[in-house]
């Protein structure tokens, strides 16, 4: 059982461009992505890029970074690519870092880690409880209910589920996007047909479902701070230097 991160980053991002190489303190945000993901029990970490200026970036801190097709629509396709090269073929299990959340928490990456090596689920994600009730009416928050055994039920962007009978002890929680899955299953990815479900919600976990697939959603107690704008850049560089945070 080996288990591959990847770090999939882009440059030319419509949001925010060239994200991954911003300054934080002194290093790039694609240094404290890997840096951090680098302490998680996992069997080897690689960047995924399509972006020369990037590529050159982790080969200069010493990190471990292939390229890859620029007409990548997404990140989950872009690993599809690196999973299939020789290098990464003996692989059978992988953990999507997203690359934008330089304060990535490992102890997440290992709960979907262990998960895997002990139960072999064939897809894996994370929730948090919401505590704010304006986290749980906000449709940019997704949220998802699990059956007992841990597997999604549903994801939306509605609260769910609708409380007909109040249940005080009733926790809400939101999905956290941080996935493992087997190679195995995104080499079959492609072959998944469209969901009606997925369209409407615009979330593409569901089509996972709707084709029969389960999906694994373990608790997590840790908070990232995702950066999706300049705003969010400073907040984060605000956090690192009130709680001195360096990057070993």
Not at 104 to 129: F, G, H, M, P, V
Request: aromatic residues 8%; contains cysteine.
């Amino acid at each position: 059982m080996k288990i591959l991160g990847v770090i999939p980053a882009r440059y030319a991002s419509t949001r925010f461009e060239g994200k991954p190489l911003k300054d934080i303190c002194g290093h790039s945000m694609i240094e404290w992505v890997y840096k951090r993901a680098k302490n998680a029990d996992i069997d080897e970490l690689v960047v995924a890029t399509d972006d020369e200026r990037i590529f050159e970036a982790v080969k200069n801190f010493g990190g471990n970074v292939v390229m890859t097709s620029s007409e990548h629509e997404n990140g989950t396709s872009r690993i599809i690519e690196v999973i299939n090269k020789n290098e990464f073929k003996n692989y059978d299990f992988v953990i999507n870092i997203q690359g934008d959340e330089p304060l990535i928490d490992i102890e997440s990456i290992n709960i979907l880690a262990n998960n895997y090596r002990n139960e072999k689920s064939e897809i894996i994600t994370l929730k948090q409880e919401i505590r704010e009730e304006r986290e749980i009416l906000n449709p940019n928050i997704v949220k998802v209910i699990t059956d007992f055994n841990e597997n999604a039920i549903y994801f939306s962007r509605l609260p769910i589920p609708y409380e007909r009978n109040k249940n005080e002890n009733f926790k809400h929680f939101r999905h956290i996007g941080i996935y493992g899955y087997t190679t195995k299953f995104l080499n079959e990815l492609k072959n998944l047909r469209e969901g009606v479900l997925e369209k409407i919600e615009s979330l593409e976990q569901l089509r996972f479902m709707e084709n029969g697939h389960k999906i694994k959603v373990l608790e997590t107690k840790s908070s990232v701070i995702g950066v999706d704008t300049e705003e969010d850049l400073k907040e984060v560089i605000e956090f690192i230097e009130k709680n001195g945070i360096k990057l070993d």
